[in-house]
């Protein structure tokens, strides 16, 4: 009789192939070949995070050696459990610490996990819903969190969302118009404007109108307050022109990790810039977030516009789509496809 260190499966295999130069392909591995952690767990839906792509093309940031397998989301079922926790066939969602990264990722069929990443699958969404949000779907709701706590309502007026087609942004939108703000969504694809309308937006902002901030120590105030899913000097145009007391929620640096700040935002008009991080927070926490989404928060409804299903084998076409900045909404990986 064959040994569980004997399964095979499918999953995704990024390789150096020549100096700066990577491939991504579905490749069978076995289990034998995953870390030794505590939890084995067969993969059900996996999804595209732009993290991914970032390890997918060798940014050695994210993950410093290849070969390797990334995904930093994983809706899975439990094969095997050596604590004894969770008994085989419960469903659990991994999503963040060091899944995907340096350690072997939910592109694939099968992952081990050590238990300390793993919650179980929230009462209220499907399989396929928690990996429709996955890793955006739990930062943008932190987003909203931390607008929430810093004292934000509906009638403090619009809400600025940058990067408004992708992943978080997306679902921040939805997110927002569900708790009825009047949400403003900057994107560089004006093409998709129709979506963000569908999804909520109150009205839909090229990007290029945070431009002209760039050279003012201050712009008028145009947002009581916004999400920010891009940051370099989009955030801080976007932190001079909030009004008075307000506050933005920044979890993303796909323009870049650095800009050019004053002082005057702060302490003129008391502006909070308000950081957000998925990945290290603690397990308790993401469950309470987790939990507000499948319950007052669900935008089930919305999911089906925001996310579209993939197969295994397409992983490596839309990774490269996302690493491009050409992706729209959310790509769930259908491990049945």
Known sequence: MKSILDKEFRAIRVEEVATGKFDQQVVTRHVRDLPANSLLLSVSYSS????????????RSITR??????GIDAVASVLEDKTGAFSPGVELLVTGYDLGMNTSGGLAEVVSVPQGWVLPL??????????ALGTAG????????????????PQDGEVLVTGATGGVGSIAVALLANLGFRVAAVT??????????????????????????????????????????????????????????????????ASGAQFHANVF???????????????????????????????????????????????LEQAPEFLARLHRGHGIGRYVVNMAL
Not at 48 to 58: E, I, P, R
Not at 290 to 300: E, N, R, S, T
């Open 48 to 59: 595209l995070n732009y993290k991914d792509s970032m390890s997918a093309f060798g940014n």
């Open 65 to 70: 050696e290849y070969p390797h397998t990334p």
């Open 122 to 131: 929230p009462r209220g969404l499907s399989a396929w819903e928690s990996m």
């Open 138 to 153: 739990l930062t943008a709701a932190l987003c909203v969190d931390r607008l929430l706590e810093a004292g934000a309502v």
């Open 188 to 253: 560089g694809k004006l093409e998709a404007a129709d979506f963000l309308t569908e999804l909520g937006a109150w009205k839909v902002l090229d990007r290029d109108t945070l431009a002209p901030f760039a050279n003012k120590a201050m712009a008028k105030p145009l947002w009581a307050w916004a999400v920010d899913t891009v940051g370099g000097e989009t955030l801080f145009n976007v932190v001079k022109s909030l009004a008075y007391g307000g506050g933005v929620a920044a979890c993303g640096m």
């Open 265 to 311: 935002p702060f302490i003129l008009r008391g502006i909070s810039l308000l950081g957000v991080d998925s990945v290290e927070l603690p397990i308790a926490n993401k469950s309470a977030v987790w939990q507000k989404l499948a319950d007052q928060w669900y935008i089930g409804d919305k999911l089906k516009l925001i996310a579209e299903d993939i197969s």
